[in-house]
C-alpha cells in the first residue's frame, strides 16, 4: 500500500475508521524529508492492516491546527478517527511498527 495524500477535503472520510499513521510534513522540512522514505518503506510493509497518510502543513493549516501540530514531522495515529498516539521527530520503521502494533 502507498501513502496516501491528505487534505482538508478527504481527510475525515480517509481516517474515519480503522487504524491510521498520519505525518503532518512541509516541503521545507529537513527531517520531514527523511521522513518520506521511511513512510513508504513502511506503508509497503504494513499493508492494509494500517493507512498511511501525510498531511502537508503549509496547505492544510486547518488540519494542523486541530491537531495541535507545532513541530514537524509530528506523526499522529488515529483509530477510527480519534487520536491515540502522538509522535514529533524522525522515527525509525521498528518504532513505528511497535506503535502502531498496539492499535491492530
Same mark, same amino acid.
Request: with cysteine; net charge negative.
Given at each position: 500500500?502507498? !501513502? /496516501?495524500?491528505?487534505?482538508?477535503?478527504?481527510?475525515?472520510?480517509?481516517?474515519?475508521?480503522?487504524? !491510521?499513521?498520519?505525518?503532518?510534513? %512541509?516541503?521545507?522540512?529537513?527531517?520531514?524529508?527523511?521522513? &518520506?522514505?521511511?513512510?513508504?518503506?513502511?506503508?509497503?510493509?504494513?499493508?492494509?492492516?494500517?493507512? !498511511?497518510?501525510?498531511?502537508?502543513?503549509?496547505?492544510?493549516?486547518? &488540519? %494542523?491546527?486541530?491537531?495541535?501540530?507545532?513541530?514537524?514531522?509530528?506523526?499522529?495515529? =488515529?483509530?477510527?478517527?480519534?487520536? /491515540?498516539?502522538?509522535? !514529533?521527530? /524522525?522515527?525509525?520503521?521498528?518504532? =513505528?511498527?511497535?506503535? /502502531? %502494533?498496539?492499535?491492530?
Amino acid at each position: 500500500m502507498s !501513502v /496516501v495524500v491528505l487534505n482538508e477535503e478527504n481527510f475525515a472520510n480517509e481516517v474515519s475508521s480503522g487504524v !491510521v499513521l498520519v505525518d503532518f510534513w %512541509a516541503e521545507w522540512c529537513g527531517p520531514c524529508q527523511m521522513m &518520506l522514505p521511511i513512510l513508504s518503506d513502511f506503508a509497503q510493509d504494513i499493508g492494509d492492516k494500517v493507512k !498511511v497518510g501525510k498531511i502537508n502543513v503549509d496547505e492544510n493549516p486547518a &488540519l %494542523a491546527q486541530q491537531f495541535r501540530v507545532m513541530s514537524i514531522p509530528t506523526l499522529i495515529v =488515529l483509530k477510527d478517527g480519534k487520536p /491515540v498516539e502522538m509522535m !514529533v521527530g /524522525v522515527k525509525q520503521k521498528q518504532e =513505528l511498527n511497535e506503535i /502502531v %502494533a498496539k492499535y491492530i
